[in-house]
T-cell receptor, first 112, second 115 residues
Framework: QKEVEQNSGPLSVPEGAIASLNCTYS??????FFWYRQYSGKSPELIMF????GDKEDGRFTAQLNKASQYVSLLIRDSQPSDSATYLC????????????FGSGTRLSIRP | KAGVTQTPRYLIKTRGQQVTLSCSPI?????VSWYQQTPGQGLQFLFE???????NKGNFPGRFSGRQFSNSRSEMNVSTLELGDSALYLC??????????????FGEGSRLTVL
């Protein structure tokens, strides 16, 4: 079992709709969770992070965390063609030897 | 503020050779971490340096090594290259060491092809 699992996609969503990206993790000690966006041929960029159970909203993006179910998701409202990218889920626990574990990413395609 | 700078951007090597990649972090960032990205394995952690000390290392063979200088610039070296080392190598800097943050600022990467 991979430490961080994501559906590779592609996930195709019509423009203006809500895109829902999901991620599960295996380490119950994970304490912080990140969503990175990677455009084709570019490097990843951080778009959201969440530490506590519940929802965290930032503009059109909402991150949702459920530690009991070991599940984190990213919702993109009013999806735009510019949102077409690969979304990487990352998790970490805070310790002296901590490292960030990335999922393999979900490719999102917003169709006009 | 300048971003993370990686050099070279592209390079081609043959099996058995060695390669050195360079990374200059964002000014003021003292943590530099390295990642290997391949289509099959995704983004995998190589190592992190903070204040010239290696803080953590991923599950890669000893052929992969790195260091950090007093100005926070970092280099990684891969010796005795294998075909499987072909990948995009990404450097990321962070304002704090990775025991306290997961906020990474990535460079554009160095794409290594091993023939």
């Amino acid at each position: 079992q991979k430490e961080v699992e994501q559906n590779s996609g592609p996930l195709s969503v019509p423009e203006g709709a809500i895109a829902s990206l999901n991620c599960t993790y295996s380490d119950r000690g994970s304490q912080s969770f990140f969503w990175y966006r990677q455009y084709s041929g570019k490097s990843p960029e951080l778009i959201m992070f969440i530490y506590s159970n519940g929802d965290k909203e930032d503009g059109r993006f909402t991150a949702q965390l459920n530690k009991a179910s070991q599940y984190v998701s990213l919702l993109i409202r009013d999806s735009q063609p510019s949102d077409s990218a690969t979304y990487l889920c990352a998790v970490k626990r805070y310790s002296s030897a901590s490292k960030i574990i990335f999922g393999s990413g979900t490719r999102l395609s917003i169709r006009p | 503020k300048a971003g993370v700078t990686q050099t070279p951007r592209y390079l081609i090597k043959t099996r058995g050779q060695q390669v050195t990649l360079s990374c200059s972090p964002i000014s003021g960032h003292r943590s530099v971490s390295w990642y290997q990205q391949t289509p099959g394995q995704g983004l995998q952690f190589l190592f992190e340096y903070f204040s010239e000390t290696q803080r953590n290392k991923g599950n890669f063979p000893g052929r992969f090594s790195g260091r950090q200088f007093s100005n926070s610039r970092s280099e990684m070296n891969v010796s005795t290259l294998e075909l499987g080392d072909s990948a995009l190598y990404l450097c990321a800097s962070s304002p704090r060491d990775l025991s306290n943050t997961g906020e990474l600022f990535f460079g554009e990467g160095s794409r290594l092809t091993v023939l």
